[in-house]
């Protein structure tokens, strides 16, 4: 394997971490992090620097920036060399997208729109896009597959669906310019050695939230809903580890090194292809932990569909994809280790 440098957007956040760890463990590319920390941790860094000996420290290397300064970015790509980007730095939350939609227009389609430009102005042929099952909003099929009609239905969804056609459109423009969009289902639980894992303590993941509440960090959580057209009436969702999702990632990698003009192009969705219901989910928070903590009813939150399942064939047979870690008790088991880690000491 040719030995690269990937430049990796919010490689301090939550998925950029575990990405960055599988391409520093399990490849020989150089690694430069661009992020501004703003939910990401300086000490994932230190963490993920500590995993390389000393005489490979050099391959990773982190500028504290934020991707609105232009100027400063534009600085990075004309003193560096990238074969590819995987670009993971955006805002994430749903109902603060609602609330506050230029931050998502600006952080999540501005800022990846000026990213784009910059790989095509220094010759950066290769991008990994991290995209969401948002983009389906709620899906007229299921499970769904990547030729689902889009139909996003708050603003986070629609500014990674407008920052996808902004890719597609640079990319039929540019034959030198490939690209892989990845449409995560829901990404959940921590590095299977407990060394990262999602450090963002106010993250509105059901499963990071359980694993809080277990750990006392709260003293009870809520489940949104109980009248879906579902077995329980809870909402069903698609957990996928986020070390399964990071080698989706390598494995996009190697597709774009090897892939013709036409299928370096592609977009994947990346999820287990069944789903579990709230319910289920705290009940085996609860087997694992062997804590019975508060759940409270609360109404449905607007803009949650009944059931979001991928359909993951496609990454399967074209990416060659093979998940290893597709277990909810395994999942919900690593969550709770890192909470437990995170955890402030009394
Ligand atoms: N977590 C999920 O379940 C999920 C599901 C679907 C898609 N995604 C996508 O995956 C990507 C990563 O999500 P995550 O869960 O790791 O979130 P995260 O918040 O942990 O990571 C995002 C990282 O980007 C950085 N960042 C944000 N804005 C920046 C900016 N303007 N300049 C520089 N750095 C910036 C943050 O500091 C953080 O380190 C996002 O693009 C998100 O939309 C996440």
Redesign the pocket.
């Known amino acids: 394997m040719s030995k690269q440098h990937i430049l990796v957007?919010?490689g301090?956040?939550?998925?950029?971490s575990h990405v960055v760890k599988q391409l520093l463990e399990e490849t020989l590319h150089s690694v430069t992090i661009?992020?501004?920390?703003?939910?990401?941790h300086n000490s994932t860094i230190e963490t993920l620097t500590s995993m390389l000996p000393d005489h490979e420290k050099a391959r990773l290397t982190f500028i504290k920036?934020?991707?609105?300064d232009f100027d400063a970015v534009e600085g990075i790509f004309r003193s560096n060399t990238f074969d590819a980007l995987i670009h993971?730095?955006?805002?994430?939350v749903v109902p603060e997208s609602v609330e506050k939609p230029l931050k998502y227009y600006m952080?999540n389609t501005v800022?990846t729109t000026n990213i784009i430009k910059m790989c095509n102005d220094y010759g950066v042929g290769k991008m990994i896009f991290?995209?969401?099952?948002?983009v389906y909003g709620d899906p007229t099929e299921i499970p769904v597959k990547e030729t689902t009609p889009l139909g996003p239905i708050n603003p986070y969804g629609h500014s990674?669906r407008m920052s996808e056609q902004v890719i597609q459109d640079a990319a039929a423009a540019n034959p030198e310019f490939d690209y892989v969009i990845l449409r995560?289902f829901?990404?959940a639980g921590a590095d299977i050695k407990n060394r990262i894992g999602?450090s963002?303590p106010n993250a509105t993941?059901l499963i990071k939230v359980a694993a809080q509440t277990v750990t006392g960090q709260r003293d009870k959580m809520y489940s949104f809903g109980e009248d879906y057209d579902t077995p329980d009436g809870t909402c069903i969702r698609d957990y996928i580890h986020v070390d399964d999702l990071a080698s989706a990632h390598l494995s996009a990698l190697d597709y774009l090194d090897t892939a013709g003009e036409k299928e370096g192009k592609n977009i994947f969705n990346v999820g287990y292809g069944h789903g579990f219901s709230v319910d289920e989910v705290i009940e085996t928070m609860k087997k694992v932990s062997g804590i019975d903590f508060a759940v409270e009813r609360a109404p449905r939150r607007a803009g949650d569909s009944a059931v979001l399942i991928s359909d993951n064939s496609k990454i399967k047979s074209v990416l060659g994809w093979t998940p290893k870690y597709d277990d909810l008790e395994l999942i919900c088991r690593t969550a709770l280790a890192w909470e437990e880690k995170l955890k402030p000491l009394p």
């Open positions: 957007t919010g301090a956040g939550y998925i950029g661009i992020d501004n920390l703003s939910t990401g920036q934020d991707l609105s993971f730095a955006a805002s994430i952080n800022n991290s995209s969401t099952a948002a990674k995560y829901n990404v999602q963002f993941h």
